[in-house]
């Protein structure tokens, strides 16, 4: 009864919020939906490059699991990925050039969006672990036409609607729905990073020995359709609303079933200082909901390969949050629920398992990605964070609280050993030397892992007794040019 309700009131936020004509980051409340997919009206050029990079560096505490069967082991979640063969690494973490604009002379209501991505990271290298092989991903492709677009006359109450079509980001959890430029820590949260982003894997065992292989990352993307709007209610008072259908299958993959995937979102923002469309840091107060909802094909058994028996399990999630950023201060929360398709890890659950197990290994490639498919399955999470300024637009102090409860519920209600616990505080420092192209960042991550339904003594307690904490330092560069007016 009580997921009932649950489930019903972000559905109808949801509904509330698009039949108010009102659509991401954990810290800056820009509106992403309209800023990532279209240009502004009589002002866009016919063609801009620009692209990013990220240079990073990282370091876990190097932690080894104690007083189990994998003694002296080092755990997978103390290693740096994708390679998962080190604890520390310097890395271009986001590489990515672009170009967008109008279709001028064809129609300047017809925009387009193209990235692609040369990362050292799960979207370009994750299908292939530990070779050090790195594949460059169509990562954005998409055209969005505005010839029935709202919001754009004096008149506060015109509706309309804009279609974009191709491959593009998903209008769902903050973190991922949000332009990098305006990311504020180096790690997404964990309920985020685990169970909103999407590991696709493959079935190549048998029914006595399952085994399934990473197949890559959605970066928060799909390719299909997205029909969105935005009204301007008042001066201040804006909001936004987006419904899209998907392959569910991520970047470059083509549907491997006959389901899609149902994304909405809706928004509504009061903007400081009046509604405009704005750059990535707009300062507003932001409330919205969004849900994903969809089913996958999966083989439970590892032999599906073989005998077709793969089954469809559901994969749904929903998130309500806000944000509030007016200099000097930045505020912002969501809480994230879902079930069906819970990612649980990877086993072996060390980076270096030769001896450990029935098949000992040294290729990290081997490790094996864990579901618990079925659709009692459940998972929530949230986090906190929020900044001071101590110099405007130039230096401030951040920190960000959040939880992941896996596996909170499962099909068998006498079964409660699976749950894990993640709890991370992570702290950090901005420095802009400008407010959009240039951020250093600094994070320090304090982790903790535990299963709460089992005595501190046991396996699982003492593998997440290993967690290190972390400590990070990125730069971040934009660059863009105006190539064809």
């Known amino acids: 009864m009580r997921n ?35 240009e502004p009206f009589g002002k866009a050029h016919t063609l801009q490059m620009w692209g990013f990079m990220q240079p990073t560096y990282r370091y876990i505490q190097n932690k080894d699991i104690k007083g189990t069967p994998l003694d002296g082991k080092r755990p997978v979640f103390n290693t740096v990925s994708p390679d998962r063969s080190s604890n520390q690494s310097f890395s271009v973490f986001r590489a990515r050039i672009g170009a967008r604009g109008v279709m001028h002379p064809v129609n300047d209501k017809i925009n387009y969006f193209f990235l692609a991505t040369f990362d050292q990271d799960g979207l370009t290298r994750l299908s292939e672990p530990g070779n050090g092989t790195q594949h460059a991903q169509l990562s954005d492709a998409s055209v969005t036409f505005r010839q029935l677009a709202g919001g754009t006359t004096r008149d506060p109450w015109n509706p309309g609607v804009s279609l974009r079509f191709g491959q593009f980001k998903v209008p769902t959890a903050d973190e991922g729905s949000r332009g990098i430029m305006s990311f504020d820590y180096i790690n997404f949260s964990e309920v985020t990073r685990q169970e909103v982003l999407e590991r696709y894997v493959k079935s190549d065992g048998t029914a006595s020995k399952p085994h399934y292989t990473f197949t890559g990352l959605d970066g928060f993307r799909t390719q299909g359709i997205q029909l969105f709007d935005e009204i301007k209610f008042s001066h201040n008072w804006e909001g936004t609303w987006a419904v899209s259908l998907g392959n569910g299958n991520g970047i470059n993959r083509n549907d491997n079933d006959s389901n899609l995937d149902l994304y909405l979102r809706a928004q509504v923002s009061y903007v400081f200082g009046g509604v405009k469309r704005g750059g990535p840091r707009r300062q507003d107060l932001k409330l919205f909901a969004w849900s994903q909802t969809g089913k996958r094909r999966y083989d439970s058994d590892g032999n599906g390969v073989y005998s077709g028996k793969e089954r469809h399990y559901d994969r749904d999630r929903y998130g309500v949050g806000f944000h509030f950023y007016k200099q000097p201060y930045r505020l912002s929360g969501e809480y994230i629920w879902g079930k069906g398709m819970v990612f649980t890890g990877v086993t072996p659950p060390v980076s270096d398992p030769k001896g450990v197990g029935p098949n000992p290994t040294n290729n990290i490639g081997d490790l094996n990605p864990q579901y618990a498919p079925k659709g009692g399955n459940e ?56 407010p959009v192209k240039g951020q250093w960042m600094l994070n320090y991550r304090i982790r903790n892992l535990s299963a709460p339904n089992m005595p501190s003594g046991s396996v699982p307690n003492k593998v997440g007794d290993a967690m290190g904490n972390e400590i990070g330092i990125q730069y971040f560069l934009l660059f863009k040019n105006v190539a064809l007016r």
Do not use: C, M
């Not at 009131?9 to 004509?21: F, M, Q, S, T």
């Not at 986090?383 to 909170?408: H, M, S, W």
């Open 4 to 38: 009932t309700v649950r489930n019903s009131a972000i559905a109808a936020a949801v509904v509330a919020g698009i039949g108010l004509g009102g659509g991401a980051s954990t810290a800056e409340a820009a509106n992403w939906i309209l800023l990532q997919g279209t």
């Open 379 to 434: 998972f929530n999470g949230y986090y906190l964070e929020g900044a001071y300024f101590l110099i405007p637009n130039k230096f401030a102090l951040q920190a960000r609280y959040d939880v992941l409860n896996r596996l909170t519920k499962t099909p068998s209600s006498n079964n409660p050993d699976g749950e894990r616990k993640f709890e991370t505080i992570t702290l950090g420092l901005q420095y802009w030397n400008h």
